[in-house]
Nanobody, 130 residues
Framework: QVHLAESGGGSVQAGGSLRLSCVVS????????MGWFRQAPGKEREVVGS???????TYAESVKGRLTISQDSAKNTLYLQMNNLKPEDTAMYYC????????????????????????WGQGTRVTVSS
């Protein structure tokens, strides 16, 4: 029932910036944990960051300080601001919404362990060249 649609991906040089957007089909912020994942070629999907309904965020150590999650509840939109991009950031990026009743919180660990129960967007590709 919940549909997510990412946009904003593209190809940039190392050190560049992108802002990804995720439009959510309905207001899910009261009960869902939102976040971003990414999947590089040959690797498993990994959590990038999370954001709860209060705007509190957590991040994977690999992106902390460079990638920032924010949300605009009025527009039902989630954002991922990506700065100082590195070639290792190259991946398909996915917006995720987790409404599992088994979830205890809204940290990256919560999203990771309950990822099988996430609602996913279609993904938007980010390519960072050296």
């Amino acid at each position: 029932q919940v549909h997510l649609a990412e946009s904003g991906g593209g190809s940039v040089q190392a050190g560049g910036s992108l802002r990804l957007s995720c439009v959510v089909s309905e207001d899910v912020y009261s009960s869902y944990c939102m976040g971003w994942f990414r999947q590089a070629p040959g690797k498993e999907r990994e959590v990038v960051g999370s954001i709860n309904r209060h705007g509190t965020t957590t991040y994977a150590e690999s992106v902390k300080g460079r990638l920032t999650i924010s949300q605009d509840s009025a527009k039902n939109t989630l954002y991922l601001q990506m700065n100082n991009l590195k070639p290792e950031d190259t991946a398909m990026y996915y917006c995720a919404a987790n409404g599992s009743p088994w979830r205890k919180g809204c940290s990256v660990e919560d999203l990771r362990v309950l990822a099988p129960y996430n609602e996913w967007g279609q993904g938007t590709r980010v390519t960072v060249s050296s």
